[in-house]
């Protein structure tokens, strides 16, 4: 384990907010491509 | 062949379609090797660990002003050439653009309470960015606002060109205020100041990482908005007939 | 463009709202404040530039929405578009209508509210020179974010959403200018840089809210 120093949690914090949100913005785009992907696919091959 | 071709939406699907994984590829490995490099450097003899902030900050506030300057870029395509992708590229920016802005103003705040002795200072940069989050969210929410498809491209193209002055006029505004309040405050965090080797590296990966991410995030919402303007479109032929 | 003019201000007069709402809501403001910091005559000297130059702002704010919503409601605004007067020339009349309806009372008894919050005696007349300057362009920021959200339902929130960030350059500089009025330094420099926003906004504001319209109505 590396030395964080008396700082560990400001900067294990700040990495985990970022991370936490930037897998927030993926997930959410990832999921509405597959949402729109899907629902197109249905419509297409219905009709 | 020119870059108009990628207009067409059924181009732009199958070019970025076969695009995508590799960028995303490439933003994954940039990333996580950036972050992990960078969080692996030595500490500072001044700021100790939290050096290792810097990696997460500065590729996301670069991110964030280079995501509305990319929003302003497309909006003046779609006013000018009409181009439908270009607008859903701008509108799909924009929530990847809040979120590095948020990325940025968080880590800042994290970094400044242990550095500075406080959360928030009323520094001419941070204050800039927060305006730049406001301007985020104001567009964001015109878009949702606005029923049909064209007329909220337009509305948000015309907002976006105005935010944009705007937003720059409010840089040097704020610029201008705070130096009215106390003179010479050395709170700057530029990037490559002094920056020795060892830091430079890594932030460099970690730039290129986020640069990838946002490209790959913003053809990923390009394209999941294209497939529902398409079904839209078949939706409201179908009620037609 | 006097006939629109003269409409629009007979209107706001008669309907009654639109004219003493927003004073009475800048004095209400300016009471409350005292109440929310302590009534110390020095705290409150010390940030009566800002309360006043922001409570001008917000008052401002209120009667946007009203500024197209009712031409818009009942047609009146189609027909405007469809007049030979270019829609350009229409908003800027607007604009100048909730200016002279909202902006320039404001401007009138502002010093009345210095009063109160224990404005330095200095700053008052940079304190109506300021906003003079100042409050012009808070009207035609707010015509262009008004003629965004007309044609929106619940477009009043949004309309604050998006103008409010406009409307930081203005805040900034008018604010400085009464700050530095009241302590005694030259306000000159942010005097002039409040004087180019609100002359370039006046300028080129009117051809993007027209294009917004143009939008709205098509």
Request: aromatic letters at 10%; one cysteine or more.
């Amino acid at each position: 384990m590396i030395e964080l120093g008396k700082y560990a949690g400001t900067v294990l914090g700040a990495y985990g907010i970022s991370l936490l949100l930037l897998l927030g913005i993926v997930g959410q785009s990832l999921r509405a491509n597959a949402r729109a992907r899907r629902e197109l696919e249905e419509h297409e091959g219905r009709g | 062949m020119s870059i108009w071709e990628y207009a067409n939406p059924v181009k732009f699907m199958r070019a970025s379609g076969a695009v995508l994984p590799w960028v995303a590829g490439g933003a994954v490995v940039c990333c996580v090797a950036g972050l992990a490099w960078g969080f692996l450097t030595p500490q500072d003899y001044r700021q100790g660990a939290t050096v290792k902030i810097i990696f997460l900050h500065v590729p996301a506030a670069l991110m964030a002003i280079n995501g509305w300057l990319m929003m302003l870029v497309m909006s003046l395509i779609w006013l000018v050439r009409r181009h439908h992708v270009s607008a859903l590229a701008a509108k799909a920016a924009a929530p990847v653009g809040a979120v590095m802005t948020l990325i940025a103003l968080i880590t800042g705040a994290i970094w400044g309470q242990p550095m500075w002795g406080t959360w928030w200072e009323w520094d001419p940069r941070l204050t800039s960015f927060l305006i730049l989050f406001l301007f985020y969210l104001g567009y964001i929410a015109l878009w949702a606002a606005v029923e049909d498809a064209d007329s909220a491209a337009d509305l948000t193209g015309v907002l976006c060109l105005v935010g944009s002055v705007f937003a720059l006029l409010s840089r040097y505004a704020v610029n201008f205020w705070n130096q009215g309040l106390h003179q010479g405050a050395s709170l700057s965090v530029a990037p490559g100041e002094r920056m020795s080797a060892v830091y430079k590296y890594p932030l460099y990966l970690s730039m290129l990482g986020f640069f990838l991410l946002f490209l790959a995030l913003v053809l990923l919402r390009t394209r999941t908005e294209i497939r529902r303007r398409r079904l839209a479109a078949l939706l409201a032929r179908e009620n037609r007939a | 463009m006097k006939a629109l003019l003269w409409r629009d201000l007979r209107l706001a007069v008669r309907a009654g709202g639109g004219f003493g709402l927003a004073l009475a809501f800048f004095l209400i403001l300016c009471t409350l404040v005292p109440f929310g910091v302590g009534p110390e005559g020095g705290t409150l000297a010390r940030i009566a530039p800002g309360i006043l130059w922001v409570g001008a702002l917000l008052s401002c704010l209120l009667s946007l929405d009203r500024i197209f919503a009712l031409d818009h409601e009942d047609g009146s605004l189609d027909l405007l578009a469809t007049a030979p007067l270019p829609l350009e020339g229409v908003v800027a009349i607007k604009a100048l209508a909730h200016w002279l309806v909202t902006g320039l009372p404001l401007v009138i008894f502002a010093p009345v509210l210095g009063l109160l919050l224990h404005l330095p005696g200095p700053a008052y007349p940079w304190l109506v020179l300021s906003l003079a300057l100042g409050t012009p362009a808070l009207s035609v920021l707010g015509a262009f974010g008004a003629a965004v959200t007309v044609g929106l339902r619940r477009g009043g929130l949004l309309l604050s959403l998006l103008v409010l960030p406009l409307y930081v350059p203005t805040l900034i500089f008018g604010a400085e200018a009464v700050r530095r009025g009241a302590i005694g330094a030259d306000p000159g420099t942010p005097l002039l840089f409040l004087a180019a926003i609100t002359l370039a906004v006046l300028a080129l504001m009117p051809f993007a809210s027209a294009a917004a319209l143009r939008v709205n109505l098509r």
